[in-house]
């Protein structure tokens, strides 16, 4: 049975169930913002962090990528962090331009819809096709730490918890 979000209260369900803890992390083809193609998932041997939304050009989107740059930013190249999302590369770079967000990798899942590995690709209704908000924390083995799928797609995610499950990886 395929698993559900909600925004507003409405319900839309996804494309299959979302990964969990414990579950191999499956390598994703994705578009960055200058449209060069880039892998995440996977065992890549760095700790990473797997973070999906609707649209960058949403107030929740725009907070979220924001602050988890914020607080990613300083690991450096000590981890992979990526924001995806469906936008389309130019809005990516617009948005990163308008939020000066250098210190984490935003990429796009127009070209492969590689993200329905993960469970958590919209497969109804007005927000057929789009990513729910969820995160993935992937260990250097590509194995799956820790998740969250926002069951209100209007909500921000736990960032507490995610970037202690990170931080676990990373000492």
Same mark, same amino acid.
């Given at each position: 049975?395929?698993?559900?979000?909600?925004?507003?209260?409405?319900?839309?369900?996804?494309?299959?169930?979302?990964?969990?803890?414990?579950?191999? *992390?499956?390598?994703?083809?994705?578009?960055?913002?200058?449209?060069?193609?880039?892998?995440?998932?996977?065992?890549?041997?760095? &700790?990473?962090?797997?973070?999906?939304?609707?649209?960058?050009?949403? &107030?929740?989107?725009?907070?979220?990528?924001?602050?988890?740059?914020?607080?990613?930013?300083?690991?450096?190249?000590?981890?992979?962090?990526?924001?995806?999302?469906?936008?389309?590369?130019?809005?990516?770079?617009?948005?990163? =331009?308008?939020?000066?967000? =250098?210190?984490?990798?935003?990429?796009?899942?127009?070209?492969?819809?590689?993200?329905?590995?993960?469970?958590?690709?919209?497969?109804?209704?007005?927000?057929?096709?789009?990513?729910?908000? *969820?995160?993935?924390?992937?260990?250097? *083995?590509?194995?799956?730490?820790?998740?969250?799928?926002? &069951?209100?797609?209007?909500?921000?995610?736990?960032? =507490?918890?995610?970037?202690? *499950?990170?931080?676990?990886?990373?000492?």
């Amino acid at each position: 049975m395929a698993a559900t979000v909600t925004l507003k209260g409405t319900p839309f369900s996804l494309v299959g169930v979302p990964l969990g803890p414990g579950q191999m *992390a499956p390598q994703v083809c994705l578009v960055q913002r200058d449209n060069q193609e880039i892998f995440a998932g996977g065992a890549s041997g760095k &700790p990473q962090i797997l973070i999906t939304v609707p649209s960058l050009d949403t &107030p929740v989107c725009a907070t979220e990528t924001k602050k988890f740059n914020e607080a990613l930013s300083t690991l450096g190249n000590r981890i992979h962090a990526v924001v995806v999302s469906m936008d389309l590369p130019f809005a990516q770079n617009r948005y990163c =331009e308008s939020y000066k967000v =250098e210190g984490i990798t935003i990429a796009s899942d127009y070209r492969y819809r590689d993200m329905e590995k993960y469970g958590v690709v919209i497969s109804e209704g007005p927000l057929k096709g789009i990513l729910a908000r *969820a995160v993935f924390v992937i260990d250097n *083995a590509g194995k799956i730490t820790y998740t969250e799928l926002v &069951p209100e797609i209007a909500q921000e995610p736990n960032y =507490e918890a995610a970037l202690n *499950a990170l931080n676990k990886l990373l000492s």
